[in-house]
């Protein structure tokens, strides 16, 4: 409607319909705007259309794929690992539920208010966390990450408190390696801990991720393959915070393979007990199969500490330690055998025909002997010495003797051929060699000649004579099957977990030498004495209604501590029934003085425990081992 | 006062049916927008339904009174929600750094959701005596009509509620377009709206309301933030592909990937359980209903009905536009809630309201 046409009257007016709707339209005061409302609802579809096909139709899959990704997250179910039993399968190594602590990188929302809350919470470094997520950085971002494991009841609750302003942090319930023992046995059974950054990156360990645990040291490393088990995996839905919401699918974890050792925790309690403050070694082993019953090292660590997430300070702690706990002083520590090693020299010079039973020599308490007098322990000296006596009084100078008719070579021959020298080839890791030495060795490593001298060192086992106690006890086993020895093993058999032997690890021999049968019955009866006869350097350690034989060693050590000679190095070795022997045993106390009064009683203790019945310590067993 | 039989026959059943169809969609969205995979709240559905119960009565109660008369009166209601606005602004309770509701009797009610409807009558009225008057609006005219605008959008953006206050903005702008203005009058406007917006910049926008603009131009420079449920927004409307994921199946809601997944981004969890297909649908029903509106806007009795038809038929088709486009991450996130779907007793009574409005114009159509 043009101005000045008649008035509009909106009250009486009525807009015809029809065929006279476009006319009355444009003579209305109102301009007609529907047309441009038809063409902006034709745009609005048009634009919405165009936008959610790219959306949904062309980005689909890909956005699909994403908000797949969004929600489902890959977990992994650790599987327990196998349990450890001694012969009678009482537990010594078993896996407990824990709770550990964990990152989802993804998940965070904000790095900061993560990671500085969980370093407040848990009293942890905050360049720890980031060296964590770090050494993960190879994963994807849905990678838990561990942060500590084996969390306290009292953290866990401030975590889970707080959890609302942590995104990105979880709790797992995972299981965790137990050692209900502790320190005993830590040598043998070894622990097992967080694999590194190095282990990583080797091929051997391809299968492990981070944050997962890997067997370190003795039987955990030696069977970490049968131990470890398969994990298995669980899809499951996050909401925005990364919370679990339910479980897609699963795959059971398959548990490890479970481990029954030939260890006799008895025997291995009664030495633990006996060397409790000490430093040494003991190991017992059945003679006729290898079988090791005991195994002990002192001082020992607690493996629990290293399946709980060793911290550095620990670590540390360890690692400076001057008693070295992490060594395992029956493989790995390598001593002068002392008068332990004139069983050897006895051996071979009865078989080489070089004495008899009845040759004898005069011991005055000196040896004399180029420009210096090789003294025997005796001052006063044991008067005429055959060899039975020589080695039930040890008398030095009757092996000073021996000796040098053997000379060295022979006794290197002698030596390495009952295994001594080299190792024993028991199943756990880093075993040593130790020494038994040889002219050619001595050219070769120091470019000089042997001197006869040192021979006379070596026969009665000082000087340059380095045997570890496993190669001791082994050369008591060779006396005691006359000829033969096995191969020392921990391990019995392995079984599935469905309870199936898998593998069962067969005796197996590493020496059998033909020596005459009147040598082993010289020797024997020497050994016999020592323990049995009032003149016997054991004689305090005899054990009741059992024959023992054994030899004690006592083996100058010139270590010092705080300018101190600590004193000399006390050795026994031992078998027994002597009649049918069941055990050998081979004990060293570091500095601990005679062999006869610091280490006797422990081959005693193992006898005893064995063959009579004690009830207090069966007691004492059936209490511990709860 | 009673309604003529005859006037019933009149009542527009396919504005009714369009409406209560896309009702009944939004109602069926929300079950599963507020629901988890395990469990259900059915508060809010409950909730719902008492808001459209009581907009039924509203319509009732407004289906009654000649539209006439109600724009007559409607300064009165005009004053009644802007002083209730006020109040929210002194009492209201906050709710995400926002002061939107106030609680009568237990019930939050959000009064800026009801400026919208009473400011189209309000308007139109103005405009249509000013009509009467002249064909074409002169820059003086558009001078009362702003300040009847300006006032609640100022209280809004107070609040602040930038996306209701926008609305009524852009529902002023286009009613005077509607009405027909002089060149002139378009050359200040124009004027005023390239200084306007900077001015807005620099003193009026909160930082968090810079922060949504300057996300959406740049979506990947906020991953954690509002860029980061854009993101997620738009992750869960593409995951929907051509059939969408099923009804209740839409993990990225769920699953609280989506913020305000039952108010300002309850599209999201419709495109990604029904997809493209079902979107289409969606979208042509709320077309059709816009059409219808701007249908009765055409057959109005008056010049009147015409306008507050017209008004009406803008503020819902702005809602929608605005907010779908938000969705798909072609505007910014504002805060505006989707008519008949969004979570929301206020605005669904508002729109409620407006349907009210709307067949009331359409019953008298014929009046003589």
Known sequence: MRKGDKPYNSRFYARPRGAEYEKVMKDGSLPDKYRWCKWVLILTMVILSLRLWHLQIMQGNEMRRQSEMNRIRIKKIIAPRGVIYDRMGRVLADTRPSFNLY????????????????????????????????????FPSSFPVKIKSDISMDELAKVEANRVYLPGASIQIEPKRNYPHGTMMAHMLGYVSE????ELKKKEYKAYSPGDYIGKYGLEKMYESYLRGIDGEKRVEVDAMGREVRTLDMKEPIAGNSMYLHVNLDVQMAIEKMLDGKRGGCIALEPKTGAVVALVSRPAFDPNTFASGITKEEWRAITTDKAHPLQNRVIQGRYPPGSTFKVLTALMALQEGLINEHTGFSCGGGFPFGNRVFKCWKKGGHGGVNVRRGIVESCDVFFYNVGLKLGIDRIHKAGSSVGLGK????DLPGEASGLVPSSEWKKKTYGVPWYEGETVSVAIGQGAVWLTPIQLVQLSSFVANEGITFKPQLVDKILGPDGKTLKIFAP???VDMKLRKDVFRIVKEGMQGVVNEPNGTAYGSRVENVHMSGKTGTAQSSTLEGGRNLGDHAWFIAFAPSEDPGIAVSVLIEHGGHGSSASAPVAKAVAETLFTVKPEIKEASAGASR | ??????KLYHLDWYLIINGLALFAIGLMNLISATSSFYSGSYSFIIKQLVAFCVGVILIGVIINVDYRSIASRSHVVYFIVLATVVLVLVWGMAAGGARRWISIFGISLQPSEFIKPVLVLLLAGILHEKKREKALLGPGDIVVPFVWTLLPFILILLQPDLGTGLIILLVALVMLWFVGMKKSTYAILIAVGTFLPL????????PYQKQRIYTFLNIDADPLGVGYHTKQA?????????????YMQGTQHKLQFIPEHHTDFIYTVFAEEWGFFGSIIFFLLFITFIRRCLRISQDAYDDLGSIIAFGLATIIFLQFAINVLMAIHLAPVVGIPLPFISYGGSSLISVLVSVGLLLNINMRRYMF
């Open chain 2, 1 to 6: 006062m009673r309604v003529d039989k005859r």
């Open chain 1, 103 to 138: 990152i989802t990188p993804e998940d965070i929302k904000d790095f900061n208010q993560t990671v500085d809350g969980l370093a407040t919470l848990m009293g942890l470094d905050r360049e720890e966390i980031i060296d964590k997520l770090k050494a993960a950085s190879g």
């Open chain 1, 195 to 198: 694999i590194s950054n190095d």
């Open chain 2, 199 to 206: 001015i807005a910049w620099r003193f009026v926008l909160k």
């Open chain 2, 234 to 246: 738009m992750i869960a409307v593409g995951s929907g592909k051509f059939f969408g994921k099923g």
């Open chain 1, 423 to 426: 190792p024993a080839g028991i």
């Open chain 1, 508 to 510: 197996v021999v590493t």
